[in-house]
């Protein structure tokens, strides 16, 4: 019997914790903008799938949960893209805001910085964390990198906020102006969501025959 | 007091760089109530679906409001609180730190002026990104799962409820008679008019004299 060597059954699996636990310091600095798209992307299947299926939407009859599936499809895919788009552009704001002069990092911002991480470790980590290289870093002091802490959490947070800020006022009027325009317009378009369009069409259709 | 914009400059960044998933579950409480009010706006003034759907559809949308913001509340901060007592307890650990060195660190933030290490450092970092994940793994329960099964059951029950009063309210006002139905040869009209065009008063029409007191009698024979 052929028996293989522990190193390849590590090489074959997929160790997904370790995966997770490797590549987790990145979540830390979850922008808002992927952490809609995060919530938008897996509504779309699972929000859709269960306005469909009859034992989680059990009281209402077969149309009106087609309907219901259709506008939770238009829904999610006009509220994903409108809050991913305004918040993408809020940290762009945020972000280009700071660099052209539009914003200025407060004084004793810096403090705030030094309050969250304490040790010079731990905001040498935080800027590995947001990916800067540890070769630009070794040769800073302390203060030094402190600053460059700053300079990079500030028009990140700013950014956050702004982002948000633009999302809560594109989310209501996309989802007031597109959502049902979107909705009607896969009602008509697909036949097999619609009981009502489909008999209607069999109706015409029979009417131009006799004609 | 603080000024709206220093709030806005200062007061609130602090509040991301300090706490991140606090200020993702909260901002996106915001954003789905108005979202939620937006898309109970749009049904409303919706030409194409008819009354009950709109209607049914209506209050499934002012149910996801209500829903998203209890279950965000509820689920979404205590998945960050499990997330970083998971990390805390030791367990999903990177690379090059081990379960032994987390229990230095957490007794560390208890003494005031103990030094940290770069392990520590990056232990800290850990504890914080496993929190944001659960933080977001809870806003994706509460969400994608949770709201949209009880929304559908509360939207349907608040439907049947609805109609259930429309019926009552129709009884009240407009009670209805039990009749029977009324067959078309038994109305008196059609009886008569059908009596003339049979066959037998054809007959009787034609055997017919001038004398009337015979015709009464041929008649009623």
Redesign the interface.
Known sequence: MVTIPRSRKVAFGFNA??C???K???????K?SM??L??GA??LV??TA??YAKW?????DDE?RK??AT??FA?MIV?TGS?VLARIAGEWLGKNGIEKGL?KI?KG?EE??K?????T??Q???LI?LGMKLERIAGKNPKEILDTLTKK??P???G??AG?AM??VS???????F??PI??WM?DKCPWLNKNKKAKDIDNKQQYEKK | MMKAG?F???A???Y???N?KG??TY??A??FT??G???G???L??K??SK??KK??FY?EMGTMGLNLAALLAFSLKFGQWGENWAKAGR????GVKAGQVKEYIKKLGQSGA????V???I???I???G??AT?LG??VA???VA??VR??L???A??CSKKCKNKEKFIHSPVLPTTPIRQDQIPVTMFTSTLHSAKSKDMFESFTDDPSKNVKELFN
């Open positions: 914790s370790k997770f636990t490797n987790a310091a990145n979540l830390a600095n979850t808002p952490q809609r995060y919530i897996t509504a699972t929000q269960l306005d989680t939407n059990p009281f209402a009106t309907n219901c506008r939770t829904k509220t809050g914003f407060p911002f705030v910085i309050a969250t991480y304490k040790t470790a731990a040498k980590n935080e964390s959490k500030y990140t947070a700013i956050a906020v948000v999302a809560v989310v209501f009027v996309a989802d007031m102006l959502i049902d909705t009607n009602l | 220093q806005f400059k200062t609130v960044p602090r991301v760089i300090k991140n200020f993702l901002t996106s915001l954003t108005v979202s009010l937006g898309q706006l749009s049904v003034n919706n194409k679906l009950d759907h049914y559809i499934q999903f650990l990177p690379n030094k940290m290490t770069d520590d450092s990056k800290a970092t850990h914080k990104a496993t944001v994940a977001i806003q994706i969400l994608n799962i949209p099964i559908n059951l939207a349907g029950c439907d049947r």
